[in-house]
């Protein structure tokens, strides 16, 4: 050992090795307390941090919040202020909780920061505008769109429910005009039935985006042949025996669906029903008659109708001096009534008492048709035009002679 430490080499290779091992001890404890150290203060500046809202969004609606985004200055242990800037647990929360509609200067608060770190935050409060939100009742408005199968047209469309529930602020409800949604019927040849989603919309026709209750509506497009719905006209036939009148007619409907081609239906203006003889008809009675299909008509709605006749005793009365009317004159002619020499008619009428109570001469015409007849005198038949359900007291023919004669032509003086 000792001739070791004599020797001036050996002593050398120790002395480098030691400070060799100094360095290197020194440039550690350097970088340690440089760079990484967690001891060591922090400061770290995070800009454009979204602030987070916390309300109850049931019943009220932010209009308004400047700024939108803030600032956030961090200081602390270098450790701690690492795990902020890595982290997104942190959030910068503006607490309207205890707050109401209206203007509003509120301070915001960090959440999830480290415990030992010192957050600022620029600016630190923030202007917001709060309004409640209001519930409104609206129709449901489906716009069927597209064209059926040939011969065939969409009905109403079916929405269940037929309204929902908007909910939005004040300010934005006056705006909504409708909600809507949309149905294809392009070439179908059947009900088209599926779910809709709605929209709201404004006056202006734009699309308003707020809460709707329930959002899809089911709808059902019925597709039939075309129709129209027009007065159903019944035919009664026959009369009851004397001593027995129509008091009233009644049916149940008054009107019809008629389904057919377009053309078919574009020209009915009315429908005619079954006929119903009344013919020595003593009491009154409600019949139940098929109404059949005419015109090429392919379906009716409905099918059936009730008719009540209601039959009771009836009256006669005695009408004077009604005036015989002429039609059919040939204007070359003369043509006068010459029996009875009055021209005009005394006759009797039988009928239900509500009818016949109130009748007047000048509710019957007595008409005379001379249509194509030759000089000279002819008895005719005159035809009794009366009101309905109101029938001859005596039921034989009414006739009248008329004299037809070549007109004197006039003389002018030179």
Same mark, same amino acid.
């Given at each position: 050992?000792?001739?070791?430490?004599?020797?001036?080499?050996?002593?050398?290779?120790?002395?480098?090795?030691?400070?060799?091992?100094?360095?290197?001890?020194?440039?550690?404890?350097?970088?340690?307390?440089?760079?990484?150290?967690?001891?060591?203060?922090?400061?770290?500046?995070?800009?454009?941090?979204?602030?987070?809202?916390?309300?109850?969004?049931?019943?009220?609606?932010?209009?308004?919040?400047?700024?939108?985004?803030?600032?956030?200055?961090?200081?602390?242990?270098?450790?701690?202020?690492?795990?902020?800037?890595?982290?997104?647990?942190?959030?910068?929360?503006?607490?309207?909780?205890?707050?109401?509609?209206?203007?509003?200067?509120?301070?915001?608060?960090?959440?999830?920061?480290?415990?030992?770190?010192?957050?600022?935050?620029?600016?630190?409060?923030?202007?917001?505008?709060?309004?409640?939100?209001?519930?409104?009742?609206?129709?449901?408005?489906?716009?069927?769109?597209?064209?059926?199968?040939?011969?065939?047209?969409?009905?109403?469309?079916?929405?269940?429910?037929?309204?929902?529930?908007?909910?939005?602020?004040?300010?934005?409800?006056?705006?909504?005009?409708?909600?809507?949604?949309?149905?294809?019927?392009?070439?179908?040849?059947?009900?088209?039935?599926?779910?809709?989603?709605l929209q709201a919309f404004d006056k202006d026709g734009k699309e308003v985006t707020l809460n709707i209750n329930p959002s899809v509506v089911d709808v059902e497009v019925?597709?039939?042949?075309?129709?129209?719905?027009?007065?159903?006209?019944?035919?009664?036939?026959?009369?009851?025996?004397?001593?027995?009148?129509?008091?009233?007619?009644?049916?149940?409907?008054?009107?019809?669906?008629?389904?057919?081609?377009?053309?078919?239906?574009?020209?009915?203006?009315?429908?005619?029903?079954?006929?119903?003889?009344?013919?020595?008809?003593?009491?009154?009675?409600?019949?139940?008659?098929?109404?059949? $299909?005419?015109?090429? =008509?392919?379906?009716?709605? /409905?099918?059936? %109708?009730?008719?009540? +006749? !209601? &039959?009771?005793?009836?009256?006669?009365?005695?009408?004077?001096?009604?005036?015989?009317?002429?039609?059919?004159?040939?204007?070359?002619?003369?043509?006068?009534?010459?029996?009875?020499?009055?021209?005009?008619?005394?006759?009797?009428?039988?009928?239900?008492?509500?009818?016949?109570?109130?009748?007047?001469?000048?509710?019957?015409?007595?008409?005379?048709?001379?249509?194509?007849?030759?000089?000279?005198?002819?008895?005719?038949?005159?035809?009794?035009? $009366?009101?309905?359900? =109101?029938?001859?007291?005596? /039921?034989?023919? %009414?006739?009248?002679? +008329? !004299? &037809?004669s070549e007109k004197t032509p006039k003389v002018t003086n030179p």
């Amino acid at each position: 050992m000792d001739k070791w430490l004599r020797n001036t080499n050996v002593v050398r290779i120790v002395a480098l090795v030691i400070g060799i091992l100094l360095w290197v001890v020194v440039h550690m404890e350097e970088t340690n307390i440089s760079g990484n150290s967690p001891l060591r203060e922090r400061e770290e500046t995070i800009n454009n941090v979204a602030i987070t809202t916390k309300y109850d969004e049931t019943h009220y609606h932010i209009s308004s919040m400047a700024p939108a985004n803030v600032q956030v200055i961090v200081k602390g242990k270098e450790s701690s202020v690492k795990k902020v800037t890595t982290s997104n647990s942190y959030q910068i929360e503006l607490d309207l909780t205890q707050v109401g509609k209206g203007d509003h200067q509120v301070t915001l608060k960090p959440v999830g920061f480290p415990s030992d770190v010192e957050v600022q935050i620029v600016p630190r409060t923030v202007h917001v505008i709060i309004e409640e939100l209001q519930m409104k009742e609206v129709p449901v408005v489906i716009n069927v769109k597209g064209t059926p199968a040939a011969g065939l047209k969409a009905g109403q469309p079916i929405v269940k429910p037929a309204k929902v529930y908007i909910t939005a602020q004040t300010s934005k409800l006056e705006q909504i005009e409708n909600v809507r949604g949309e149905v294809s019927v392009d070439k179908a040849q059947a009900a088209v039935t599926k779910q809709v989603r709605l929209q709201a919309f404004d006056k202006d026709g734009k699309e308003v985006t707020l809460n709707i209750n329930p959002s899809v509506v089911d709808v059902e497009v019925p597709i039939t042949s075309p129709f129209q719905t027009i007065p159903l006209q019944m035919k009664i036939s026959g009369e009851p025996p004397k001593g027995f009148a129509i008091a009233m007619v009644t049916q149940n409907p008054d009107k019809v669906t008629v389904y057919g081609t377009q053309d078919v239906v574009d020209r009915l203006e009315f429908y005619q029903g079954p006929q119903l003889s009344v013919q020595d008809l003593k009491e009154t009675k409600e019949f139940a008659l098929d109404i059949p $299909l005419r015109n090429k =008509v392919t379906q009716l709605d /409905p099918a059936k %109708v009730t008719v009540r +006749v !209601e &039959i009771v005793p009836s009256i006669t009365k005695a009408l004077e001096n009604v005036p015989i009317t002429i039609i059919g004159q040939n204007e070359s002619y003369d043509t006068k009534v010459t029996l009875p020499e009055t021209a005009k008619l005394n006759i009797t009428v039988e009928g239900a008492p509500a009818l016949i109570d109130q009748m007047k001469v000048q509710d019957v015409q007595a008409i005379l048709d001379v249509s194509n007849l030759p000089p000279g005198k002819h008895e005719l038949k005159v035809t009794l035009n $009366l009101p309905t359900y =109101v029938k001859l007291g005596m /039921p034989q023919e %009414v006739k009248a002679t +008329v !004299e &037809i004669s070549e007109k004197t032509p006039k003389v002018t003086n030179p």
